[in-house]
């Protein structure tokens, strides 16, 4: 299989602050990479697309000047949420499909827990 | 886009006994994949078996197998032997031809020794 990690695996802020957060592909280049947000006892809900050099795709609702999103490389996206508010408190989860598999499988990072106080 | 439904929010089944959880979903596309994943308490998302939609045979891998309705858009996944290991939140996803993928609200899955 093929490796994602994310990093911090878990963060808390106060309110108003900005926090990063990173998700490489460990063992593979990554055109796209997509970011989710799970709520406590709730599904996975795609936030954006990042696409490396390009900007991203945002989904309906989600306000792109809260959560940038930059794909610096074709190993690493990054998603920061500024301004945070404890309403943003959630886990928030990267994937990256693998170019070349033959259904381009996705592969999970390990989640972020973000606290905001 | 796609929409995936999974109207099971908890489901129990005694330790070696099989069960099933059930997925709809609907697409425009002609094209695309279903997937289930399991969601243990780490979080960490563990693809359990795919379905690619140009495919009328059912997928299996060991003890998991699905039901693959195409024209009822229905993707129902049986555990088979269900083990301890197997308690966990299970996900229905549909992933289209932009590689995005959609997730049903999860079904919670209790195994009673």
């Known amino acids: 299989g093929a490796v994602v990690s994310q990093h911090p695996s878990r963060v808390i802020c106060k309110s108003g602050t900005s926090v990063k957060i990173e998700c490489r592909s460990l063992d593979f280049q990554a055109t796209t990479m997509f970011w989710y947000r799970q709520f406590p006892k709730q599904s996975l809900m795609l936030m954006a697309t990042?696409?490396?050099?390009?900007?991203?795709?945002?989904e309906q609702g989600v306000e792109k000047d809260k959560f940038l999103i930059n794909h610096a490389s074709l190993t690493l996206s990054t998603l920061t949420v500024t301004s945070a508010h404890p309403e943003d408190s959630s886990f928030y989860i990267c994937?990256?499909?693998?170019?070349?598999?033959?259904?381009?499988?996705?592969?999970f990072g390990p989640g972020t827990r973000l606290t905001v106080l | 886009a796609q929409t995936v439904t999974q109207s099971q929010p908890e489901m129990s089944v005694q330790e070696a006994e099989t069960v099933t959880l059930s997925c709809t979903y609907d697409t425009s596309e002609s094209d695309y994949y279903l997937f289930w994943y399991k969601q243990p308490p780490s979080r960490q998302m563990i693809l359990v078996i795919r379905q690619e939609a140009y495919k009328q045979q059912n997928a299996t891998e060991n003890r998991f197998s699905v039901n693959f309705q195409k024209a009822a858009k229905s993707f129902s996944l049986k555990i088979s032997d269900s083990q301890l290991g197997d308690a966990a939140m299970y996900f229905c996803a549909c992933r289209g031809n932009n590689n995005d993928m959609r997730f049903g609200a999860g079904t919670r899955l209790t195994v009673k020794p």
């Open positions: 994937s990256a499909p693998k170019p070349g598999l033959a259904d381009n499988e996705q592969f």
């Open positions: 990042s696409n490396e050099g390009s900007k991203a795709t945002y």
